[in-house]
């Protein structure tokens, strides 16, 4: 086999017109057969150089699109946030102001536009926080899952007090990562059990960790309405609801806010359930968890 410098420059340099991924690809297989030939060849050399230079192009231009992103993001919360929280305010002091002139109706059409309205602020504050996460910087220091879990949980007691519910909550389940964005993670799976329990005379909700696969797999587990396992491909993608919003409200992206933020810290998640027999979701982090 041989590739003079003209030929594997031109193959590099064609990674313009394909994705990175199929350029490297194919340019470390030419490596790796060069290097089953002839082990000391110095178009490996060029090769070589010409993948590092692709790869350090496209992290200055990824660098360059983070910071885009950046500026479309305040620009979308200064342009689309700020009118939406005016439309919310002007429809409350109608209601407030002009209540005994409107009627029934008038005044249900006034409640309809302001909880639209608030819908759509929370929608779009999600997809910021959402966006966002793809290109923050993690902090990293040991985190407690198993304090968040019980917080969570104790504040969602106190917020529907007349739920009866039981939290199993395996104590010092521990991992090394970013404490503001697990605790967002947790939260999401702690209320999403919760919202999916509410039917239920009583509540199961549980946390902990086990071996899986040689790998420390950390789930929540509830006894829930479940779900169909052939729509578990979905409900991590944005908006993708399983079950009908009027019954089971949400912004339609928290499990994938979560997912997003089990993927930043090197793991990855998935979901095991049936119909009316409960839900489990597993997750693993890069760190060990102790």
């Known amino acids: 086999m041989s590739i003079d410098k003209e030929a594997a420059s031109s193959m590099l340099n064609a990674s313009y017109a394909v994705d990175l991924k199929s350029a490297v690809h194919s340019s470390l297989e030419t490596i790796r057969n060069m290097l089953l030939e002839r082990p000391n060849n110095e178009e490996i050399s060029v090769l070589t150089q ?12 990824l660098e360059s699109i983070n910071r885009d992103l950046e500026a479309f ?19 409350r002091a109608l209601q407030e102001q002009y209540a005994g002139r409107l009627d029934i109706e008038g005044m249900d059409y ?6 639209s309205s608030q819908h759509m602020n929370e929608l779009i504050e999600a997809l910021l926080q959402l966006s966002q996460l793809s290109y923050l910087n993690l902090k990293r220091e040991v985190v407690d899952l198993s304090e968040i879990v019980s917080e969570t949980a104790s504040d969602l ?32 799976l702690l209320r999403n059990a919760w919202k999916f329990t509410q039917m239920r005379e009583v509540a199961c909700i549980e946390f902990g960790a086990r071996e899986v696969a040689a790998d420390r797999t950390c789930f929540v587990k509830d006894n829930g309405i479940g779900f169909d396992m052939a729509n578990a491909d979905k409900m991590f ?12 409200p949400g912004n339609g992206i928290g499990l994938t806010t979560v997912q997003r933020i089990i993927n930043r ?16 979701f597993y997750f693993t982090l890069q760190s060990c968890i102790t």
């Open 265 to 280: 810290h090197g793991g990855r998640i998935w979901a095991e359930g049936e119909v009316d027999k409960g839900a489990t």
């Open 237 to 248: 993608h944005a908006f993708q609801r399983l079950h009908p919003s009027s019954e089971f």
């Open 110 to 115: 006034l409640e309809r536009i302001f909880k």
């Open 73 to 91: 993001n305040y620009s979308v919360a200064h342009d689309l946030c700020a009118p939406l929280r005016r439309i919310c305010g002007f429809t």
């Open 157 to 188: 007691q106190q917020s529907t007090p007349d739920r009866k519910a039981e939290f199993i909550i395996q104590p010092r389940i521990r991992t090394f990562g970013d404490s503001s964005l697990l605790e967002i993670a947790m939260k999401n």
């Open 50 to 61: 010409q993948v590092e230079r692709l790869l350090t192009e496209q992290t200055e231009r």
